[in-house]
């Protein structure tokens, strides 16, 4: 990510401690009750809109317990959601195994979920899951329509719509609809506190109050009510008072820097709808690298997370998340010296 600035681990817990006193935090919390946790699950509720949330160690935890709950009160394992979701990537079949779902494929590769696509699923289902942003396809969003539409679609069918909102915060600019009026679509939603907030650990996830409470429920038989969250709540505390009202900004400032990209770099959507997107361009990963590194020691500057292989010989590819410190920086320059990182092979975008 460009400019972000590295902290040790003692520079951060000194700012946690600075924070407590700017926030009058004075008591421990104590498995998941009051002090910063009770002040983090009223605060998230006011920010999304919702009738009540709870605090998650993981936001792993916090969407298995959704869908559990929902599989149960439906009396069905069968659930929708992408094949990029999270759940079915990163999770090692988690929730199919410990859970025992019976997933069906809402979508196939990089695209948002509609009506369309949940019409297409015959059958029974207890619950929809999408991902805003679909963080695997380059973080794409769908418009506020299109997931009005869905939200509409599984009311009308009896299907409990859950959102993955790992990365809510970041996809508001691009449905440009206040929180309160997305999380409004959503029978659950889950939120993280360290990915786009800079939080230690920790997640949410909202609803109504019955469902909340059986979500507690769940968190307590799966271990996740943990004798001591402060340090972890206090940064989410400071990430909603600090980062989010940063969004939009980082949202503008990628599409910005994405635009004076030169040519040959393909950007992934073409004008990002978060602060985090992909890119992709000619090279070798070792070449490509080896000068990022030789810049970022030079400079002081990391100017793009390291490149990977792509399926194609000769392409490489890239996520790049934009934050509060890349603010401080000229997008078109970023853009240009981006450009000098990929080589000869990077001319100018045309204007």
């Not at 659930?79 to 079949?93: F, G, Q």
């Not at 396809?137 to 993955?164: K, N």
């Not at 939603?189 to 800079?198: A, D, E, N």
């Not at 994405?258 to 992909?278: E, R």
Request: hydrophobic share 45%; charged share 20%; proline share 7%.
């Amino acid at each position: 990510m460009p400019g972000r600035p590295f902290q040790t681990p003692a520079e951060v817990f000194a700012e946690l401690a600075t924070a407590c006193h700017e926030l009058d935090i004075d008591e421990w919390d104590g498995y998941g009750e009051r002090g910063a946790v009770a002040r983090l699950e009223s605060e998230v509720a006011s920010v999304l809109g919702a009738e009540s949330a709870a605090y998650f160690p993981s936001g792993v935890m916090a969407q298995q317990v959704a869908l559990r709950i929902w599989c149960d009160r439906a009396g069905s394992r069968r659930v929708a959601m992408p094949d990029l979701s999270h759940l079915l990537v990163h999770e090692l079949d988690g929730p199919r195994i410990l859970q025992q779902l019976e997933v069906e494929h809402l979508t196939t590769g990089p695209v948002v979920a509609t009506a369309d696509h949940l019409a297409a699923i015959p059958g029974r289902l207890a619950a929809v899951l999408v991902e805003i942003p679909l963080r695997d396809a380059g973080c794409l969003v769908p418009t506020y329509d299109e997931l009005a539409a869905l939200s509409a679609a599984c009311r009308e069918r009896g299907v409990r719509l859950h959102v993955d909102g790992a990365r809510l915060w970041e996809a508001q600019t691009h449905l440009d609809r206040p929180l309160s009026e997305i999380t409004a679509l959503a029978d659950t939603v889950y939120v993280s506190f360290y990915k786009g907030l800079g939080g230690l650990a920790g997640a949410a996830l909202v609803g109504a109050p019955d469902v909340i409470d059986e979500a507690r429920r769940w968190r307590r038989r799966m271990g996740g009510t943990l004798f001591r969250s402060t340090p972890e709540v206090v940064s989410a505390l400071v990430g909603l008072r600090d980062r989010l009202p940063l969004m939009g900004d980082c949202v503008r400032w990628a599409r910005a820097m994405t635009a004076a990209l030169p040519a040959s770099v393909t950007v992934v959507p073409p004008v990002p709808h978060t602060g985090t997107f992909l890119l992709y361009a000619d090279g070798e990963p070792d070449d490509v690298n080896r000068r990022l590194a030789s810049y970022a020691e030079e400079h002081r500057l990391l100017l793009t997370s390291p490149w990977s292989p792509t399926d194609q010989p000769g392409r490489v590819h890239c996520e790049i998340a934009v934050g509060e410190g890349a603010l401080e920086l000229d997008a078109v320059e970023i853009a240009g010296l981006i450009g000098e990182l990929l080589g000869p092979s990077a001319s100018p975008r045309p204007t």
